[in-house]
């Protein structure tokens, strides 16, 4: 059913990522796909890296850690914003169309008062992606 999976990954905040990351591996063991860990960086120096290119790499790693551990194609790709912020939604659905995905899964937030004005970042991502969304609170 799915070839591969998208994963976007904030390495600022791994740690609440657990469950997001444990759907994509779970259903790319069922289906038999790889993985895509997707982030998006400031073009700034960081908290994680003083540049793009050290994001990357450090991406790159946590990708390498996860196939090992979890025995499943991961790749990374990274993607540097002028306000990854403002620029999020934007980046990850052209990121989805770019890596040929054909599937998401993203971590989100318990929705509040704030999403009754605003879409959160999985709502705009499930609104406007092309492929099927998963999202994972």
């Excluded at 934007?90 to 509040?112: Q, R």
């Excluded at 605003?118 to 492929?131: D, L």
Aim: with cysteine; glycine share 6%; hydrophobic share 45%.
């Amino acid at each position: 059913m799915f070839k591969k999976i998208m994963l976007p990954v904030d390495l600022q905040h791994v740690d609440r990522l657990e469950k997001a990351l444990r759907v994509g591996v779970d259903l790319a063991r069922l289906y038999g796909c790889g993985l895509c860990l997707v982030g998006v960086t400031a073009e700034t120096p960081t908290a994680v890296a003083h540049n793009p290119e050290e994001y990357a790499d450090k991406l790159e790693h946590f990708a390498s850690e996860m196939a090992e551990s979890q025995g499943l194609p991961v790749e990374s790709v990274a993607y540097a914003a002028h306000d990854p912020a403002v620029d999020l939604d934007k980046t990850l659905l052209a990121a989805a169309e770019e890596t040929e995905c054909d599937a998401i899964v993203m971590a989100s937030h318990v929705p509040g008062l704030p999403e009754h004005f605003f879409a959160s970042h999985g709502g705009k991502i499930a609104s406007h992606a092309h492929v099927s969304v998963f999202v994972v609170r």
